[in-house]
């Protein structure tokens, strides 16, 4: 059965064409205050309240904005090319995107150029039948852009993390490049210092020395769209 990565029945209504006009109201008034210091969750509390949004909604726009400094800051550090070089990815991070566009779920572009989801992992992961495709999409993507080696790094504490390691492994046996997987503890510091990172974490884009936007260009591959709530 098709789990339908990162989709509710509600999304329906959540984000159809008048709810998207009032997020991008309510989005514009949430940029403002958190470029005047304000905190974003305190601040998507404060104007989703006034707007009368639900959760889904509030999520949404959190992980689509950020703070003018945060837009400079990443555009910095984003690299376009990284043939022959070494990359860095957040495997969960990455390959759950993956998986919610290829269940033609719900996706946003956000304003650092990232496309984000709503699935929530919070500990627990269990392969679904897009995962495959996910995982084939990332690889094949990477060896188009002449990749020398890719380090996937899985978060141990997440269910189902071994499944998806050995998963991983077999896929990539078809792929020539150097492929390592890991499991660690703690992911997002291990990428913090890195260059090459492949994720859509926006604390991990903050900490990082350079990223790849992968997942927008998947989605360009594919020629699907992403709800913008904030433009």
Known sequence: MNAKRGYVPEDEKNFSSAALEKMRTASRHIGFLINEGYDLKQAATFVGNHFLLSERQRL?????????????????????????????????????????????????????????????????????????????????????????????LLDEPVSNSGRLKALIAEIGEAYPLGLDIQIQRDVDRALWEQENVITTDSVILDHCVSWLNITAKCMTRLGKQALNVWK
Not at 111 to 137: H, N
């Open 60 to 152: 949404a726009i959190m992980r689509s904005l950020a703070t003018k400094e945060q837009l400079v800051e990443r555009s910095r550090k984003e690299v376009s090319s990284v043939s022959g070089r070494t990359v860095y990815i957040d495997g969960f991070n990455i390959i759950i995107t993956l998986e919610v566009l290829l269940c033609d779920s719900i996706l946003f572009s956000c304003m650092d150029g990232t496309i984000r989801d709503l699935a929530a992992l919070r500990g627990t992961y269990r392969i679904i039948p897009e995962t495959k495709g996910a995982v084939q999409l990332l690889l094949k993507t990477l060896q188009e852009m002449d990749v020398q080696a890719a380090h996937i």
